[in-house]
């Protein structure tokens, strides 16, 4: 697959976290991709750092906001969904450091009717507070020094940070939506455009990822597990408010009932007048 890739990274008031992330994607081995920071209305400072980043990234640059009205990831990733300009999306939080084989490694699992899952490892709030104040790039770090970070408590697993080559055992769960995370997701544009992307109905944290992964298999799109090749550092953070967790599992629950592909407030109900670019 040689097309472009539009990373949609996501993000709100972390400017500290998504330097690093610029910073590892300006490093990624595989230069065909463009970035899109899908910002949920943070303030003028994180427009500066992207602007500040547009001339040393290496790569197009798109800064993608929306007003503050709560929690709205899924809406505001549909957003930049449509702004962008690849074929195939890669979705990554802006709090989750990539390697620099992060971008060929997902192109390489790509393959038309999948998509793909990644998955993550958890720093510790120590060891986040430590590369962030001394601008370490953790993620150059070598088998050695993370096997001491997991001894000292510093991670919560090395699984990910493995690389395999697993072949037919990804797709092993191909019909399964559970434990897909939109921290470290890619999809084709032409499968999400299907779906009509995340359900904005979902506000708060929780569940729109698990809707998504559910509403694509629905529509005949089998899932691929990026596990030991697309493995992301995920910068310590305080928990999210689990206040509307109820209401989008009970969300969950009723796309789980019902045949519907397309999401109740999809990506073709957005409107131009509150999104900048």
Not at 134 to 142: L, N, R, V, Y
Not at 161 to 166: A, G, K, Q
């Amino acid at each position: 697959m040689s097309d472009l890739i539009s990373v949609i990274v996501t993000t709100y008031e972390r400017e500290d976290a998504l330097t690093a992330v610029l910073r590892s994607l300006a490093a990624q081995t595989d230069r065909g991709f463009e970035v899109l920071v899908a910002d949920d209305g943070s303030g003028p400072g994180t427009a500066a750092l992207v602007e500040s980043w547009k001339g040393r990234l290496g790569v197009p640059l798109s800064h993608v906001w929306q007003e503050k009205h709560g929690f709205r990831a899924g809406e505001i990733r549909n957003r930049a969904v449509l702004a962008g300009r690849g074929r195939y999306c890669v979705f990554l939080d802006g709090d989750c450091v990539p390697r620099a084989d992060f971008i060929a490694s997902h192109r390489r699992l790509a393959e038309p009717g999948w998509f793909v899952a990644g998955n993550r490892v958890l720093l510790s709030r120590r060891l986040t507070e430590t590369v962030l104040r001394d601008g370490a790039e953790p993620e150059s770090w070598g088998y050695r020094r993370w096997l001491g970070a997991r001894l000292g408590g510093g991670i919560n697993r090395l699984a990910p940070l493995l690389r395999f080559r697993l072949g037919p055992l990804r797709k092993l769960r191909a019909r399964r939506w559970t434990a897909v995370r939109s921290c470290n997701l890619a999809a084709w544009r032409s499968d999400l455009d299907r779906v009509c992307g995340f359900d904005a109905s979902f506000s708060g944290w929780g569940r729109e990822d698990s809707d998504l992964a559910m509403r694509l298999i629905r529509a005949g799109v089998r899932r691929k597990d990026g596990e030991f090749a697309t493995g992301v550092l995920h910068l310590w953070h305080p928990v999210a408010s689990r206040g509307q967790l109820a209401d989008n599992a009970r969300m969950l629950d009723e796309t789980a009932a019902s045949d519907r592909v397309q999401a109740r407030a999809g990506a073709m109900s957005l409107h131009a007048g509150d999104t900048r670019i």
